[in-house]
């Protein structure tokens, strides 16, 4: 038989504090499911527990429900629950949301065979039929069961695959393929992560973490740490891929056939690849115990340590201590470095009753206490002491390049120690620095006149100017004779008379002082013109209307202006389009029909007017009637509307949850996309309507209503629409 389950809508009023979900009033009383709704709360949890009837209290399930989340399970499976047994809830958050889907039938209700389930068929079910899931109903069927149909063998089962098994063989999960997989006994294999492709018998070592997996590379003696060997791929590894490092045990199915059984491999210096030659360090790797192409083996034991290879110094053994007898000459026979390291110990005595250190805070050499040189790290420069004053300093000063200091203690200068960059550059010393540079000798590097060498009667230098003017002058040049361009006049001659001759209109000149006194007199910016007087008057001329006589074409004072207005007030401009000044009123005309007027009693038209583009009815409405527009620059009279229907059933299949509420659809063609419905419910719907807590809330849509409950009605509704359109 189905079962009909009915929906709680609980919401929680206090954070932290258990509160009463449900209370089974039945036996058998089925809870299918409880949904949390976390819509728009902090991320929080949510307990469910249940207090039995006979006073046990169990937890059943604790979740963790994030900001947003609408649908996290409190209970995954069907829960039975006994007449008096009572589920309470738990959050964090105040006002989270529990839907909880659970039946109750105290008569019929009684699990007395699995077919009332919803995910089960046993239909035709016979005498030792097992219950298999059918992935295409989504239900537990009756099939015949045993007989052949179930694995019979290791290998028939699906996620168990065994490929030629060898005696001792182990089984072993494969992550890489999901699958049991058989291999080689007692081996330690690491689960590892390869950003690169890697294939199979490679040496290992670790770069890294990815997740919860080692990351590796290939391991290169001659750049890698020995630590971080951890072993070789058991398998080929993808690239960004997994596979396992196998550091302990037999390694199967590679190509041995290189070496003969019992040869030792080593790591060497090319990455991933091992070696019958010991590199250095020497670490040795694996033994080959089967050689053969593609099905050789390997013996991996990576954690041995590396033994010494020193085992005795010159017959003596544990921790030896060598001396100059212990040790013998190269290439010599017999002889020990002894008697050299005697020699070399009086030479350096020899040279260190010469050479002393100066004190105990300085490094250096030292002849005597007059002459030596020091060096202090301190103030990192080196002072030479000869004969007991210094004689120079070496070290950082204030220029960008070490320094030479020379001269007597407050008393000395810097000198570069690097050499020039040009032929001819010399030192030259700056006074605030107390330093000296290479330079090029020239004016600006010299003190004393502008010209940086004061000028005297020999050997005078010249700035470039001065020399591109000497090298235009011939040699031996001398003035020949003067002479002089209109208006200046010369009389010739190597020493002539200048004159300038007098201007006239014609030609430029010099000017007498009573043409320039005249010229003072003009003012600035004046123009030559033919008046010379206005009305009779001359100077600076200043007009008024008596000095402008009328004519044709008049002038107007504010006066005249206004008598010219009074006159011609009432008079008609005709013309196709004229306007029209009439009393009080002003229209304007088109071909002598009035198209817009204005009067004391507003603005009139002729067939209505747009303004702003926007056209306006011609003619009034009728009674009642509210202007509209078309949203496309038309206005118009229109009549408001109302409908109401009666009797409309809402039955009880119509319902359904949505996002934590029920909603429900109620079809009219009188409703419009921009009607306001009011649901108005009848009298005899009044029970179960408060029953459910239906909500104050409509939506419209063309040709429909939705209503909204808190919880589902349990009988048919029957309501009223009253419908506006506007």
């Known amino acids: 038989m189905a079962i009909a389950y009915k929906s709680k809508v609980f919401s929680n009023s206090a954070a932290n504090t258990s509160q009463a979900l449900f209370t089974a009033v039945a ?9 949390c709704n976390n819509d728009g709360k902090t991320t929080g949890t949510a307990t469910l527990r249940i207090n039995e009837s006979g006073g046990t ?43 909880m889907s659970y039946a109750e039938d105290s008569e019929s ?56 098994p060898l005696d001792h063989d182990s089984l072993v999960y494969d992550e890489a393929t999901s699958q049991w997989i058989n291999g080689a006994p007692k081996a330690f294999d690491l689960p590892v992560y390869a950003a690169s492709a890697i294939a199979k018998g490679k040496l290992l070592k670790a770069v890294g973490a990815q997740g919860d997996k080692v990351s590796v590379g290939l391991f290169d003696l001659d750049v890698d740490d020995a630590k971080n ?26 190509s041995t056939n290189s070496y003969s059984i019992g040869t030792i491999l080593y790591a060497s210096g090319t990455a991933g690849e091992l070696s019958s030659t010991a590199g250095v360090p020497e670490i040795p790797v694996a033994i080959v115990i089967r050689s053969q192409l593609n099905t050789g083996r390997l013996f991996v034991r990576t954690w041995v340590p590396t033994a010494s290879k ?85 070290g950082p000063s204030q220029s960008l390049f070490p320094q030479v200091r020379i001269g007597t203690t407050g008393d000395t200068y810097d000198l570069p120690i690097t050499r020039g ?16 540079e290479w330079r090029t000798l020239q004016t600006s590097n010299l003190g004393g006149t502008s010209d940086g060498i004061t000028q005297g009667t020999t050997n005078l230098f010249f700035t470039s100017a001065e ?66 007087s206005v009305n009779t008057q001359t100077g600076a001329v200043v007009l008024t209307t008596s000095n402008i006589a009328e004519g044709t074409n008049q002038y107007f004072t504010n006066a005249r202006a206004d008598a010219r207005t009074l006159a011609e007030k009432d008079q008609t401009l005709t013309g196709p389009r004229a306007i029209q000044l009439n009393g009080d009123s002003i229209e304007i005309q088109n071909s002598a029909v009035t198209i817009l007027g204005v009067d004391g009693g507003g603005i009139y038209g002729n067939g209505g007017f747009t303004y702003n583009g926007i056209t306006y009815p011609s ?50 063609a009188n409703i419009l996309s921009t009607s306001i419905v009011n649901v108005i419910p009848d009298n005899g719907s009044a029970a179960t309507i408060r029953t459910a807590q239906m909500l104050p809330r409509t939506d419209s849509s063309a040709g429909a209503v939705k209503i909204y409950s808190t919880n589902l009605p349990a009988a048919s509704i029957t309501v009223t629409l009253n419908i506006f359109d506007l």
Do not use: C
């Open 467 to 532: 020399q591109t003017k000497l090298a235009g002058i011939t040699a031996g040049a001398a003035v020949a004779s003067v002479t002089g361009t209109a208006p200046i006049v010369s009389s010739g001659g190597t020493t002539p008379a200048i004159s300038i001759t007098a201007a006239t209109t014609l030609a430029a000149g010099s000017m007498s002082s009573a043409d320039k006194s005249k010229l003072d007199g003009i003012e600035a910016g004046a123009q030559v013109n033919a008046v010379t």
């Open 57 to 99: 209290s169990k937890l059943i399930r604790r979740v963790t429900i994030a900001s947003g989340d609408t649908s996290v399970e409190l209970l995954y499976d069907v829960l039975a629950l006994e007449a008096g047994d009572i589920l309470y809830v738990t959050s964090t958050d105040t006002d989270i949301v529990f839907i």
């Open 619 to 668: 003619t009034d409405g009728t009674s009642g009637q509210v202007m509209s527009t078309n949203g496309a620059g038309t206005i118009s009279f229109v009549t408001k509307k109302a409908t109401q229907v009666t009797g409309k059933t809402v039955l009880t299949g119509a319902w359904s949850l949505v996002s934590g509420v029920y909603e429900a659809s109620i079809s009219d």
């Open 310 to 394: 020193v085992y005795s110094v010159n017959g003596n053994t544990g921790s030896v201590i060598l001396d100059a007898a212990d040790i013998y000459r190269v290439g010599s026979s017999g002889d020990t470095i002894d008697t050299d390291l005697t020699a070399a110990e009086n030479n350096i005595n020899s040279i260190k009753a010469v050479l002393k250190y100066p004190s105990s805070s300085l490094t250096g050499l030292q002849v005597n206490t007059t002459n030596k040189l020091e060096i202090d790290s301190t103030t990192q420069k080196a002072v030479f002491t000869i004969n007991g004053s210094t004689a120079a300093t070496i």
């Open 27 to 35: 036996s058998n009383t089925l809870v299918k499911s409880i949904i």
């Open 421 to 436: 960059s040009n032929d001819g550059e010399v030192p030259v010393y700056t006074a605030t620095t107390n330093t000296s």
């Open 109 to 164: 209700l009684v699990l007395q065979s699995i077919d009332v389930l919803s995910d089960v068929n046993t239909t035709g079910k016979v005498d030792g039929d097992v219950l298999t899931w059918d992935s295409t109903t989504s239900k537990w069927i009756a099939e015949a069961g045993g007989g052949g149909g179930g694995a019979t063998i290791l290998n028939d089962l699906t996620d168990v695959t065994i490929v030629d």
């Open 229 to 254: 060997l951890i072993g070789i791929s058991v398998d080929a590894i993808s690239a960004g891929g997994t596979g396992h490092a196998r550091a302990f045990g037999e390694l199967r199915g590679i």
